[in-house]
Nanobody
Framework: QVQLVESGGGLVQAGGSLRLSCAAS????????MGWYRQAPGNQRELVAT???????NYADSVKGRFTISRAHAKNTVYLQINSLKPEDTAVYYC????????????WGQGTQVTVSS
């Protein structure tokens, strides 16, 4: 059984920073893409950033220049450094990963709340 566990969310003032972490555990052969998505109340879940097995990154236009995704491959962990936070960044942030155990499967974490006050 593979699990993704996020941490690092919280309440922060506009302009502040947070670092989210997501660790994958369980029967893992290898991890392909890992990424972050977010969902604000009343909105659909949207892509924030992804990082491939070779550390090729992709960002939503709304977060370019403020968010940085990185991976610690030996720890099966992905990070999201969030700077210059804005109230519109308030959302539940979800970790997502494509993981080989017996086959390639897609997994979601439980989510971590990020709230930005103005």
């Amino acid at each position: 059984q593979v699990q993704l566990v996020e941490s690092g969310g919280g309440l922060v003032q506009a302009g502040g920073s947070l670092r989210l972490s997501c660790a994958a555990s369980g029967r893992i052969v290898s991890i392909e893409t890992m990424g972050w998505y977010r969902q604000a109340p009343g909105n659909q879940r949207e892509l924030v950033a992804t990082s491939s097995r070779r550390d090729i990154t992709n960002y939503a236009d709304s977060v370019k220049g403020r968010f940085t995704i990185s991976r610690a491959h030996a720890k099966n962990t992905v990070y999201l450094q969030i700077n210059s936070l804005k109230p519109e960044d308030t959302a539940v942030y979800y970790c997502n990963a494509d993981i080989y155990d017996l086959g390639l499967k897609n997994y979601w974490g439980q989510g971590t709340q990020v709230t930005v006050s103005s």
